[in-house]
Structures are given as structure tokens and as C-alpha cells.
């Protein structure tokens, strides 16, 4: 099990650039979730996806950010422009919703730097 | 709604002593449960969770966590501090109908030679 993958791990750009983070969930699980961890406000979700479905996306801080699942392999978020209040590491995490009680799998994270 | 609070956000303990991380949850029903682990550069890895089955629950690396529904607690500890064990802990909460989980702020856990 390669378990969650998300690329790059680290980017830096200028403000005002278009940023692409993305994810590769467990294969087999039918959740995915983006998670933003920043030292003063901790874990925030920002979005979440069933069957590729976005259900819950009142975490989005700003219209700035976007976040698509075109299928049961591949997500991205977006941030565009981005500013340097966007700086931050942000988690993608997917599930098996079969059990009602299943845990969260976490990527690795993309550390965000904006400057 | 749901909210997770873990007390103190740094905590330091000695090699070899006990550890005792710290956490509430808010809600009358309790919810489901887990504690998470991140060391420095990662994600957070799953520790152990509570699924109702019993009170005590035993996760990874030697620690357990007791739930007591009549102090709405959940607190992770370990009998014996390890320095591998430094890294910061996470505990959250999953209501019952919510796909929504709840992570408290963290604590810090220092351990000294």
C-alpha cells in the first residue's frame, strides 16, 4: 500500500502566481479530504469529496481557492493568485467510508510558502 | 458542534517517565474518537482510535488511551517515555452521522535524556 501521495512536497512562488498542489488517494477509498495545518489557526479542512462528489467545501477560505476530483485517483487544489497569507502546509487525507468509524490516512503534505 | 480540546500545548517529560497527554470533547453523545501522531516533515499517522467496544484502547508504539464518558475525556498515555517518542499529538473527534473530523490544536510532546 503506497498510501497517500501528494506533490510537490515543498513549493515556493510569488504572490499573485497560480498554485497546483495534488493528490493520489489510497486506492479502493471513497473520501478524500484537504486539510490546511498552520501554526496559529492548527488543522482546518477546507474541503471534502465522496465518490469524487465534492459534499463540503465551507472550510474554502476564499474564492481563491478551488479544489476538483475528476476521478477516484487524482485531486487537486488550487489556490489562484495566491498570496502570502496562503502560506501553510496542506494535507490531503482519504478514508474507506464503509466503516463509520474508519480513520483518516494522511499524505505526507505540500509545505506552501508564498512570498 | 463538535469541538476537541487538548490541555497544554507543550508538555515535556523525562526518558522513561510517564506520559500523559490531555483531551476533551464537547459533546453529550460521544462521538468516535482517535489520536494521531506527526513527527516532524510528515503526516499524521493513527495511533489508535475508540470504537465503542471498550473504554481502554490499546494503539501503536505502547500507548493507550482510557475514554470516560462521565468526564467527556480521552486522554493518550504511556507507561514508559521513549526519546522516539517526540512529536506532536493530535486528538480528534468524528460525530456520529458527521464525516467532519474534529482535530484539537496539538501538544508538543519533549522528550529529555
Known amino acids: 500500500d503506497a498510501g497517500v501521495i501528494q506533490s510537490p512536497r515543498h513549493e515556493v512562488t510569488e504572490m499573485g502566481q497560480e498554485v497546483t498542489l495534488r493528490c493520489k488517494p489510497i486506492?479502493?477509498?471513497?473520501?478524500l479530504f484537504w486539510y490546511r495545518q498552520t501554526m496559529m489557526r492548527g488543522l482546518e479542512l477546507l474541503i471534502y469529496?465522496?465518490?469524487?462528489?465534492?459534499?463540503?467545501d465551507s472550510g474554502m477560505p476564499e474564492d481563491r481557492f478551488s479544489a476538483k476530483m475528476p476521478n477516484a485517483s487524482f485531486s487537486t487544489l488550487k489556490i489562484q493568485p495566491s498570496e502570502p497569507r496562503d502560506s501553510a502546509v496542506y494535507f490531503c487525507?482519504?478514508?474507506?467510508?464503509?466503516?463509520?468509524?474508519?480513520?483518516?490516512?494522511f499524505g505526507n503534505g505540500t509545505r506552501l510558502t508564498v512570498t | 458542534a463538535q469541538s476537541v480540546t487538548q490541555l497544554g500545548s507543550h508538555v515535556s517529560v523525562s526518558e522513561g517517565a510517564l506520559v500523559l497527554l490531555r483531551c476533551n470533547y464537547s459533546?453529550?453523545?460521544?462521538?468516535?474518537l482517535f489520536w494521531y501522531v506527526q513527527y516532524p516533515n510528515q503526516g499524521l499517522q493513527l495511533l489508535l482510535k475508540?470504537?465503542?467496544?471498550?473504554?481502554l484502547v490499546k494503539g501503536i508504539n505502547g500507548f493507550e488511551a482510557e475514554f470516560k464518558k462521565s468526564e467527556t475525556s480521552f486522554h493518550l498515555t504511556k507507561p514508559s517515555a521513549h526519546m522516539s517518542d517526540a512529536a506532536e499529538y493530535f486528538c480528534?473527534?468524528?460525530?456520529?452521522?458527521?464525516?467532519?473530523?474534529?482535530f484539537g490544536k496539538g501538544t508538543k510532546l519533549t522528550v529529555n535524556p
Open positions: 487525507a482519504s478514508r474507506d467510508r464503509t466503516g463509520l468509524n474508519s480513520p483518516l490516512h
Open positions: 486506492s479502493g477509498h471513497n473520501s
Open positions: 469529496f465522496n465518490n469524487n462528489v465534492p459534499i463540503d
Open positions: 459533546s453529550s453523545v460521544p462521538p468516535y
Open positions: 475508540y470504537t465503542s467496544a471498550a473504554t
Open positions: 480528534a473527534a468524528l460525530q456520529g452521522g458527521s464525516e467532519k473530523l474534529v
